[in-house]
Nanobody
Framework: QVQLVESGGGLVQPGGSLRLSCAAS????????MGWYRQAPGKQRELVAT???????NYADSVKGRFTISRDNAKGTADLQMNSLKPEDTAVYYC???????????????WGQGTQVTVSS
């Protein structure tokens, strides 16, 4: 029905930057909210940032001022620009999409497979 492809994770030194990308495809009528979540070892998955289809962002307090989420509605993509990375940002990052499907006519949420971000010297 809906496929999410994530890219851009990797290893970076503290203070460095990474850009994550998520592309949604499939039987989609519209995408309401796109977002990024993360899960560190031994911890629960937590919200990093979300963005509505009108471009309104929402950030976790821990990333405000360092991370920027953006989306391209025409392409069905959402990017997360991560600057001033800290070791505590190390986690698996997951893309999440809330979409209105064409067939069946239903609203569903989907998760990507996850991409590892490691911040270490």
């Amino acid at each position: 029905q809906v496929q999410l492809v994530e890219s851009g994770g990797g290893l970076v030194q503290p203070g460095g930057s990474l850009r994550l990308s998520c592309a949604a495809s499939g039987s989609i009528y519209s995408i309401d909210v796109m977002g990024w979540y993360r899960q560190a070892p031994g911890k629960q998955r937590e919200l990093v940032a979300t963005i509505t289809n009108t471009g309104s962002p929402n950030y976790a307090d821990s990333v405000k001022g360092r991370f920027t989420i953006s989306r391209d509605n025409a392409k069905g993509t959402a990017d997360l620009q991560m600057n001033s990375l800290k070791p505590e940002d190390t986690a698996v990052y997951y893309c999440n999409v809330e979409a209105q499907l064409l067939s069946p006519w239903a609203r569903r949420a989907y998760w990507g497979q996850g991409t590892q971000v490691t911040v270490s010297s």
